[in-house]
């Protein structure tokens, strides 16, 4: 089965720390995965996209790396501020699979003043 | 902004009751989505449509029907609500590679 895993499902750490969110993936034959970021009571942003053929994405302070080998990617925020606190999602959308996405459940990023 | 919007933004019906939730577009993207949003299950695609007419089921259909008769709306009913459909329902386009995605509706079935 094609599944999405995130681990932690929440994370805590003071401002200016730089942090890695992970997502893996039971499926390396994946056409692209992206990174959105979730306020509560909000919709979704996206904030990066990764395509099969790329290995990572850069956007100001975020990178996403991807390793489809391993069945993995990562979302590296460097100096990480309070503002950057939300839930941050990453979904995949297989090779088999058509447009559809499937979701990780997300983790949960607080960032302390 | 992806020039998305959805309708209502919050409706509060009971059991029983057929239910009819619209998305929008301001561009004419082909491809369109409905995602339900749950605690412990994230975000599962319902029904996505890949132009006038044309639809197909996701991974939790059942209980849903989907329609698009123009390009720039997508509507999803639930025919009898029940209260295992009280969710928040996200609708999505797919200009390209990347899908962006609506402000959401919060629906609670009583």
Redesign the interface.
Known sequence: KQEVTQIPAALSVPEGENLVLNCSFTDSAIYNLQWFRQDPGKGLTSLLLIQSSQREQTSGRLNASLDKSSGRSTLYIAASQPGDSATYLCAVRWATSGSRLTFGEGTQLTVNP | DAGITQSPRHKVTETGTPVTLRCHQTENHR?M?WYRQDP??????IH?S?GVKDTDK?EVSDGYSVSRSKTEDFLLTLESATSSQTSVY?CAI?PG????????TRLTVT
């Open positions: 491809y989505y412990g299950h994230g975000l599962r695609l996505y890949y996701g996200f797919s590679p990347e899908q962006y995605f609506g402000p959401g």
